[in-house]
């Protein structure tokens, strides 16, 4: 696995714990 593609699989699990977080955020309030 070259280190682009590591920094693309990081990046897509930022994402998708940004999009996680921000749908929980938005529930509870």
């Known amino acids: ?17 940004a999009g996680v977080g921000g749908f929980i955020m938005a529930n509870k309030s």
Do not use: A
């Open 1 to 17: 696995m070259s280190y682009l593609d590591y920094g693309m699989v990081l990046f897509l699990v930022l994402v998708v714990i």
